[in-house]
């Protein structure tokens, strides 16, 4: 009730503006991402590395409205691989098709999708699309098939909150294609997705075993300690080998976890955030925990 609540309010334009001019609401913000430049990102993604820890790359931005936009993101994920593979840095990127031009124009988007996807190729790294709210479900599983016929280094993501996720699973999985696994983040209705928590890890454990016994390498995007549990278990009892799949969180959210799986032996990549277009990423952060969107209340009385 209270993730709703909050991510109504924050699409509330006077909300928006306000927080985007507010000092503390950027101090806060700060704690989720990596920087507004490539570098520093890039140096956030180095300190990982050395923590044998890996880093997917993610340059803020959702929904843009025009093609020169779209076009732009595309050249700063291309110039983002270029960095990665100049630094020689273990990290991928992550990338939202609205970024690239979905709601703009699919054949754009697509082009703007198989010029990043050409080039993580090329580079010898790796996209991951993240998944938006299921409006674009469809159309983002559609392209990333119809790119993945082409090109290897693209992966997609699956959302354990909608009912219809065990059907895409086992339609990517059955093409190979690689999945990294999480809870949700958007705010969808009832008529489609598990409103209660315990329904929402019942089906992500589900998934997370039908994943792991497959095969192919996925991605357990999760700080659930309980989820992490069952996949270590799951994984050993199945005899999955540690190394057979990877855990991801989220840059400044259970560093204690990360740097403790990857003691472990688990692999772990930590998604990394970075650029202007904090607000949307931000918000979905506050969204998933009260105790976030309280920090930021009083951090904005103060
Ligand atoms: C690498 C990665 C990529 C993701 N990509 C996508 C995507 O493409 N599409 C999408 O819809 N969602 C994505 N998500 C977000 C995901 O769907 C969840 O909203 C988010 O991870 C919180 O769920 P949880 O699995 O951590 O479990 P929860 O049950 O929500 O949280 C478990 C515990 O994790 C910690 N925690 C979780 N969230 C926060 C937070 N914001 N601040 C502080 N502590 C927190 C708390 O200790 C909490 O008790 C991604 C998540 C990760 C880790």
Redesign the pocket.
Known sequence: MLRHTFLYLSRQKAVQRFLLASAAARRVADR?VAGETLSQAAAVARELNSKGMLA?LDHLGENVSTAPQAAAARDCYIETLAEIQHQEIRSGI?I?LTQLGLDISEAECAANLEAVVQCAEETGSFV?V???GSAYTDRTLTLIKQVREKHRAVGA?I?A?LFRSEGDVRDLVSRGITI?L?????NEPPSIAFAS?AD??RN?AHLMRILLSNGVYH?I?????K?ISETCRFAAECNVCKTAFEF???Y???TDLQERLAHEGYRV???VPFGREWFAYFM???A??P??ALFLLRNLLR
Do not use: W
């Open positions: 989720f997917t992550s939202k991951r993240d998944m938006e993501v959302q909150y990294r999480c809870k949700g983040a958007y928590k929402v890890d992500y991605a995007a999760t700080h659930d300690p989820m991801q969180m989220l400044g959210i259970r990549r930590v998604y979905r952060r506050l998933e925990r105790a976030n």
